[in-house]
């Protein structure tokens, strides 16, 4: 167990619609990252944000956004779902300078 | 480019066998370097990290890595392959004055009896 708590662990939803996944870090870790994995293009770095505030940015479509709140929880905000948004989406917190530990994934299918 | 390459996407070992997974980096300084290993269906575990110091990192499962400036390489390594050791193996990088973590395309690695 990592202590990065992903929820929910899977999700269907139909194109056009508007999703919300849940990220809890480890306990003390301030910084959240998303990703997203899919067989096509691997594992893709979306954003990160540290106590709060983004702090990087990869990836990441304008139909998708993400906030991390004061209880440092994060949600990653996905709208107007196609069907090629369908994939893995991980969350990983780190901790100052540390290594970072990864949820078990949301896996989103839009059908 | 900066990036991170693992130049072999499938590997098929015997159990018992040495292991050996390559990672190479392109960047101008020595970024962080991490392997991470994912089963299937599974998330992301952490399996060694380099920062700085001893080059041969030990890891957990009976991994080590070996970070080589010249080659600008940090490969994986395992002198025994175990059955339970198939699984995807995830090179990633914190670049240079960057907090992005990121990742290889995967090397799937298949364990035979």
């Known amino acids: 167990d990592s202590g990065v708590t992903q929820t929910p662990k899977h999700l269907i939803t139909a194109t056009g619609q508007r999703v919300t996944l849940r990220c809890s870090p480890r306990?003390?870790?301030?910084?959240v990252y998303w990703y997203q994995q899919s067989l096509d293009q691997g594992l893709q770095f979306l954003i990160q944000?540290?106590?709060?505030?983004?702090?990087a940015k990869g990836n990441i479509l304008e139909r998708f956004s993400a906030q991390q709140f004061p209880d440092l929880h994060s949600e990653l905000n996905l709208s107007s779902l196609e069907l090629g948004d369908s994939a893995l989406y991980f969350c990983?917190?780190?901790?100052?300078?540390?290594?970072?530990?990864f949820g078990q994934g949301t896996r989103l299918t839009v059908v | 480019a900066q990036s991170v390459t693992q130049p072999d996407i499938h590997i098929t070992v015997s159990e018992g066998a040495s292991l050996e997974l390559r990672c190479n980096y392109s960047?101008?300084?020595?970024?962080?370097l991490f392997w991470y290993v994912q089963s299937p269906g599974q998330g992301l575990q952490l399996l060694l990290k380099?920062?700085?110091?001893?080059?041969l990192v030990q890891g957990i499962k009976g991994f080590e890595a070996e970070f080589k400036r010249s080659q600008s390489s940090f490969n994986l390594r395992k002198p025994s392959v175990h059955w339970s050791d198939a699984a995807e193996y995830f090179c990633?990088?914190?670049?240079?004055?960057?907090?992005?973590?990121?990742f290889g395309t995967g090397t799937r690695l298949q364990v035979f009896p």
């Open positions: 990983a917190s780190q901790s100052t300078g540390g290594s970072a530990f």
């Open positions: 306990s003390g870790d301030l910084s």
């Open positions: 944000y540290y106590n709060g505030e983004e702090r």
């Open positions: 960047y101008g300084a020595t970024p962080y």
């Open positions: 380099y920062f700085s110091g001893d080059t």
């Open positions: 990633a990088v914190v670049p240079p004055q960057t907090d992005k973590l990121i």
